[in-house]
């Protein structure tokens, strides 16, 4: 059994505030960086212990050098440093994906440090259908018919992941009291739960699906200004909709995804 993590910061155990607290240089970046690597620990303590044979991390946030390497459980593998693609790594030996530390779609009401890839987008659809980073990711992962089977994050994320994918284990570490305060679990207390979910998941690895649209598949996205739609309409096979939005087609996610957003 090989498992890849996806991780992002927002959504780990304990991180709140505002990017420029969170971020390099920022007053909690320190202490966020330890707290995702606690989170991704707990998965991958999990998942060994329900049978994986090996487990590949992505660093997935910022400029993908926050995970603590050296307090990493050295049993896996961590792919870290700026990537060409949003899941690096990732291909179809894999059997199973988690996404530890993730947060609601951008313009989500009730989550926790909302954005969808970054603020300089609004709002991103797939095949209609509006999504956030989670749906993105499986989308992805989609493509090398790799399923999602544990989600952690806060508890918009949380629900965000069980209304697009169904099955999938989920652990919501936090709860947003605004955009950028949120009631937290101590990190022992979540740290335990994700274990415990990462260890289910595993077991129950074949109850999960791939998430494939149908296709072909459309992505649309309105990005926060006109210039940032104007530079990427001008790719060949994106469509400009308006002013501040552009659409591609095509038989695969990550052709699309390369089209707009890579």
């Known amino acids: 059994m090989k498992i ?3 991780t992002d910061l927002e959504g780990a155990s304990g991180v709140a ?40 991390v992505l660093d997935g946030h910022g400029a ?7 307090e990493l459980d050295p049993r896996a593998q961590l792919i870290r440093g700026r990537r060409v693609l949003e899941l690096e790594g990732l291909d ?12 609601a779609m951008a313009g989500t009401p009730d989550g926790l440090l909302t954005h969808t890839l970054s603020t300089a ?13 989670i749906g993105l990711w499986a989308a992805l992962a989609g493509d090398f018919n790799v399923p999602i089977g544990l989600v ?18 989920t652990v919501a570490v936090k709860e947003a009291t605004s955009r950028f305060a ?46 940032s739609a104007e530079r990427v309409s001008m790719r060949k096979g994106v469509v400009k909709v308006d002013g501040r939005t552009v659409l591609a087609k095509g038989e695969s996610m990550l052709e699309v995804y390369s089209l707009i957003l890579g």
């Open 92 to 103: 179809a030996s894999f059997d199973l994906m988690f996404a530890i530390g993730a947060h």
């Open 152 to 169: 952690t994050g806060d508890a918009a994320a949380v629900r965000e992941a069980k209304s697009l994918l169904k099955q999938v284990c």
């Open 4 to 6: 890849f993590i996806m």
């Open 64 to 70: 993908a050098l926050t995970i603590l390497i050296e």
């Open 17 to 56: 505030g505002r990017w420029s607290d969170i971020d390099p240089g920022g007053k909690e970046h320190e202490a966020a960086r330890r707290l995702l690597t606690g989170d991704v620990n707990a998965a991958i303590g999990g998942a060994f212990e329900a049978g994986a044979d090996e487990v590949v």
């Open 182 to 227: 949120a009631k937290c679990l101590h990190p022992k207390v979540s740290r335990r739960l994700i274990k415990e979910a990462a260890a289910t998941a595993v077991k129950r690895a074949e109850d999960f699906a791939p998430f494939r649209p149908e296709r072909p598949v459309e992505l649309k996205v309105e990005f926060h200004d006109s210039q």
């Open 121 to 133: 987008i609004d709002n991103v659809w797939l095949n209609g259908v509006p999504v956030g980073e």
